[in-house]
């Protein structure tokens, strides 16, 4: 019991540091008449365990398509997000993904040196 209170109260002094990142995706599509959407696929490893991030419905025709969403990565690390893309009928069938693109998001330099330790002041009265 002592080890855990130990652990939980130090915790409480050194926290994570997170950061929120904004991530905008765009591509272009050769459309089909029962285009329905896409589905933007993420994974912390490059070329496999992929899980749905973003499914994006058809609204109409533009030149580009965009997606935005936001993640949170740790303080002070560089992290790699890696995404696929691929598009799907009325019925569900989807394309092939794209191949994979990645996120490099740098939060190594928001993170500033440690507090200053042993920090005090004397009072001289002359």
Do not use: C
């Not at 398509?65 to 740790?74: C, F, G, I, N, R």
Request: net charge negative; proline share 6%; glycine share 6%.
């Amino acid at each position: 019991m002592k080890k855990i209170m130990v652990f939980l109260i130090a915790m409480l002094f050194v926290p994570q540091l997170l950061f929120g990142a904004g991530l905008t995706f765009n591509w272009q599509q050769e459309l089909v008449p029962d285009m329905a959407g896409w589905k933007l696929f993420k994974s912390d490893v490059s070329g496999s365990g992929y899980v749905e991030f973003i499914d994006v419905k058809f609204i109409d025709e533009q030149l580009v398509y965009t997606a935005d969403k936001d993640v949170v990565v740790p303080g002070n690390a560089l992290t790699k997000i890696y995404f696929i893309l691929s598009s799907y009928d009325t019925n569900g069938n989807p394309s092939d993904a794209t191949p994979e693109i990645v996120a490099e998001i740098d939060t190594r330099d928001l993170v500033g040196p440690p507090m200053p330790l042993n920090f005090k002041v004397k009072v001289n009265i002359e």
